[in-house]
T-cell receptor, first 114, second 109 residues
């Protein structure tokens, strides 16, 4: 199957700093990638749709200025959490579709803001 | 609004027993329903989708539009089936999803 990889797998940052998370499709090109957030013991919630070469589309309630998404190439999307605070601590997961009918998920990135 | 519910947070069964993980959804159009599984310390992976009507690892799920349900079933549970199971709904051909809260299946020896 297709592989989607996230980096880093886990990160700890100080409150007020920014952290970047990468999502790469290793063996296929993805014009669209998706970013999800998962709080402990809760389900995945779609945050935004990352579109290659254009602006991301954010779900209602997600601050676009706080969660910056860049999709500069067909194999890489980045999520930058700006001015992170402890409440941003969560598990962030990306997905990409190789075809129109199946999405592949990254292994997730655990962000802890201290 | 799109919504997926899974009433059981945790389901424990003994090995060899039948298992049914419940999923209900609300969606005004014609949804595509999926089951995703997450084994311990592994990434989310597709288990099955309703349009393919296939059986994966002995699991089946039938879409019941009248009851708006997509329950996951397996006649004889195995210990390796222990995992977190998410029911998901997609309105764009399985590219992005609305996930249910998940059910943790624990198969006891």
């Amino acid at each position: 199957g297709a592989v989607v990889s996230q980096h880093p797998s886990w990160v700890i940052c100080k409150s007020g700093t920014s952290v970047k998370i990468e999502c790469r499709s290793l063996d296929f090109q993805a014009t669209t990638m998706f970013w999800y957030r998962q709080f402990p013991k809760q389900s995945l919630m779609l945050m935004a749709t990352s579109n290659e070469g254009s602006k991301a589309t954010y779900e209602q309630g997600v601050e676009k200025d706080k969660f910056l998404i860049n999709h500069a190439s067909l194999t890489l999307s980045t999520l930058t959490v700006t001015s992170a605070h402890p409440e941003d601590s969560s598990f962030y997961i990306c997905s990409a579709s190789r075809t129109a009918t199946e999405a592949f998920f990254g292994q997730g990135t655990r962000l802890t803001v201290v | 609004a799109q919504r997926v519910t899974q009433p059981e947070k945790l389901l424990s069964v003994f090995k060899g027993a039948p298992v049914e993980l419940k999923c209900n959804y609300s969606y005004s159009g014609s949804p595509e329903l999926f089951w995703y599984v997450q084994y311990s310390r592994q990434r989310l992976q597709l288990l099955l989708r309703h349009i393919s009507r296939e059986s994966i690892k002995g699991f089946t799920a039938d879409l019941n539009k009248g009851e708006t349900s997509f329950h996951l079933k397996k006649p004889f549970a195995q210990e390796e089936d222990s995992a977190m199971y998410y029911c998901a709904l997609s309105s764009n051909y399985g590219q992005n999803f609305v996930f249910g809260p998940g059910t943790r299946l624990s198969v006891l020896p």
